[in-house]
């Protein structure tokens, strides 16, 4: 099949439809139509896609410099000089890699832009149902923040439980100020953690006081943490960072249930220090020496 009748097999409205959507695509619209040209005649002159695309010299130079710097067209030295369509797949993914890049920003700034647009609406009585009944899923950094915000309005008890690695990441994001804080306020806190030889460090970081207790059980693994027995958030996240996604719920019903269970794994736990000592002792190398 010559040139000419490849020509003919494309219709105008066929055409256009092309044009547009590499348009969509981020090129101009004389940017699209000199491509769409090469790609239909081949290598080209600068003539023959003048009298392809029906534009004027200046314009078509014009146009063919802007595409060779954005490497979509190359040039052909020779006389007279062409211009040869660079491989459409190539083209078309330099094209939308900037659509994906803003796509990736608009979707890590649409948690933290949702959050805020919850809180101007947070006193209409639909949102207020769903804030203390429903539940809501906190996403990385988002989590966190809820955390520090439900510390902040702790007035009376303070529940955690999770293994204790999971708390390093979040007590290094501010929690653990927020926590302390809640402390010196009077707040009572107890802490149930699945404490490992790895985790010695971060137990010491831990807070400690009249109002708080802090016991060890091995069978504590999802992170979870309620106040006043009327919020709660948790996860079997290992970690909060960077994506991992949180439950929470103002439902008292649902905390109650989660309560009884944190009681039981309290009863059959130990406290840390007792755990401190049997690791300490361990890493010695020399047996654990727990008074009974």
């Known amino acids: 099949m ?8 494309i ?7 092309k044009i547009d959507q590499l348009v969509s695509f981020g090129c101009t619209k004389l940017q699209a139509k000199i ?7 081949g290598p080209s002159s600068v003539k023959e896609i003048m009298g392809h695309c029906e534009m004027h010299k200046v314009e ?12 979509i067209l190359d040039r052909i030295l020779g006389h007279p000089v062409r211009f040869k369509c660079k491989p459409p797949r190539e083209v078309l993914s330099a094209m939308i890699l900037p659509h994906i890049k803003n796509l990736s920003k608009i979707n890590s700034e649409k948690d ?15 949102k207020n149902i769903v804030g203390k009944e429903g539940f809501q899923i906190y996403r990385g950094k988002l989590a966190l923040k809820k955390m520090i915000a439900m510390l902040n309005n702790a007035s009376n008890d303070i529940m955690l439980s999770g293994k ?29 953690l699945n404490v490992q030889p790895s985790d010695i460090k971060m137990v010491k970081m ?4 009249k109002n708080i207790e802090r016991r060890h059980s091995d069978k504590i693994h999802s992170w979870m943490m309620i106040v006043d027995n009327e919020e709660i958030i948790f996860s079997s996240a290992p970690k909060a960072l960077p994506d991992e996604e949180f439950i929470y719920s103002g439902n008292k019903r649902f ?30 190398g020399t047996p654990e020496i727990i008074s009974s």
């Not at 009884?260 to 010695?284: F, V």
């Open 255 to 284: 905390i109650s249930n989660y309560v009884k269970a944190l009681d039981i794994l309290w009863n059959d736990s130990i406290p840390i220090d007792e755990r401190m000592q049997e690791l300490e002792a361990e890493l010695k």
């Open 2 to 9: 010559n040139i000419e009748d490849h020509i003919l097999d």
């Open 206 to 209: 831990f807070p400690i006081g």
């Open 35 to 41: 491509y769409l040209a090469t790609c239909i005649l």
């Open 164 to 192: 204790a690695s999971l708390f390093d990441e979040a007590l290094e994001n501010g929690v653990l100020d927020a926590l302390n804080k809640s402390i010196i306020n009077g707040v009572n806190l107890r802490g149930a």
């Open 11 to 17: 219709s105008e409205e066929e055409e256009k439809e």
């Open 60 to 71: 078509v130079y014009r146009v063919l410099y802007e595409l060779e710097k954005n490497s």
């Open 112 to 126: 933290e832009l949702e959050e805020w647009l919850n809180q101007l609406t947070k006193n209409g009585k639909e």
